[in-house]
């Protein structure tokens, strides 16, 4: 079976992590601190705060900008519930917002419309590893936090995408851009931000009485992370090479491939296409030995029982991802676009 998605971890990833354990400093120490400044330097922000998943950083990004019960928070329908159980953890009220069918972010009209006295800030996934409608955003006077867990990488107007939130974040969740099983960052130009999230991780040895939280990544995750970064220029032209393998083959078959904006660049965390009979599609490719998914488990909306999410609805009716990751090999793709072939003739 070809897996939806799979870690890249080579000897090198294995030497470092080894290196740690040999070293016997296995908590948040050299490895963090280092990895948060590679990370910092790589996106180009001032900052950058290790956590231990993409969750928490969204969770203390929200805290740091003092969000609370009498908040609303602004995020897309379109995406994971990590999202949604952050606003809930500080108490806020979640606003979904509909998406632009292009690119699968924001729609910036219909978030325009959502925005109250109440409105604290937006959080802004770029999803697939496509930048979202930034400047537009941005535009709307609202603090955005940008989710940078599909889009590492990935560039807005020539910058990387990272650089335009007052906070941005980031996971290293096995199935990311680069894995150090669970873990995730926060960054931001602002160091009264980054200080503030660097006290929220830590609880030990403080006085005051503050809640503060476990959230800190080991020794043992930031040293794979480092180890993973440097290879990530070489991880993106693979991805790369598998997207353009499919986008030509699929244009001869007249598949609409993914839909690029010409002011940004499509780093491939997903190859999504959108397909009539998705769960047909989904089922006969299994039986041909391809794991492909529906990127987005459920609509946000659905668990609220709200109807008018026209384009959320649409997208996760027929979208469909298909395998790629830097380990995909040329005869795992090639089997990938025959089935397609297959499956095309039958209709
Ligand atoms: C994976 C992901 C998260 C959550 O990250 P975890 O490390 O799994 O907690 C948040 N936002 C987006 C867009 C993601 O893809």
């Not at 950083?57 to 609370?68: N, Y």
């Not at 391809?290 to 999410?309: D, K, M, Q």
Request: charged share 25%.
């Amino acid at each position: 079976m070809i897996p939806h998605s799979r870690p890249t971890i080579g000897a090198s990833d294995i030497r470092s992590v080894q290196g740690v354990l040999e070293s016997g400093c296995l908590i948040q120490g050299e490895q963090v601190r280092h990895f948060e400044e590679e990370m910092a330097d790589y996106v180009g922000v001032k900052s950058a705060v290790a956590v231990n998943s993409g969750t928490s950083a969204l969770h203390v990004a929200l805290l740091c900008l003092d969000i609370g019960k009498d908040d609303e928070i602004i995020i897309p329908s379109f995406v994971c519930t990590a999202l949604l159980n952050a606003v809930r953890y500080v108490g806020a009220t979640p606003v979904l917002a509909d998406i632009d069918e292009r690119h699968f972010n924001l729609d910036v009209a219909d978030v325009k419309q959502r925005i109250t006295r109440r409105t604290k800030a937006i959080i802004v996934p770029h999803l697939f590893g496509q930048a979202a409608d930034l400047e537009e955003l941005l535009a709307l006077g609202i603090p955005i936090i940008e989710d940078c867990a599909q889009s590492m990488g990935s560039l807005y107007r020539g910058k990387m995408t990272g650089r335009f939130g007052i906070l941005s974040i980031f996971s290293f969740y096995a199935t990311k851009l680069i894995a150090t099983g669970e873990g995730g960052m926060v960054m931001s130009n602002q160091a009264h931000l980054t200080d503030k999230i660097r006290d929220l991780r830590d609880y030990d040895e403080k006085d005051d009485g503050r809640l503060r939280y476990n959230y800190k990544m080991t020794d043992i995750q930031a040293a794979l992370g480092r180890s993973q970064l440097l290879k990530f220029t070489e991880f993106l032209k693979q991805r790369n090479i598998v997207a353009d393998h499919y986008n030509q083959h699929l244009k001869e078959m007249n598949i609409d491939t993914p839909f690029i904006c010409g002011d940004r660049s499509h780093i491939y965390y997903r190859y999504v296409i959108r397909h009539k009979e998705a769960d047909s599609f989904i089922e006969a490719m299994s039986g041909l030995g391809i794991s492909c998914r529906r990127p987005v488990y459920r609509p946000l909306h659905h668990y609220f029982r709200e109807t008018e999410y026209p384009s959320t609805d649409r997208a996760w009716r027929d979208c469909i991802s298909i395998p790629i990751y830097p380990s995909l090999t040329e005869s795992e793709m090639d089997h990938i676009v025959s089935a397609f072939r297959s499956l095309e003739m039958k209709g």
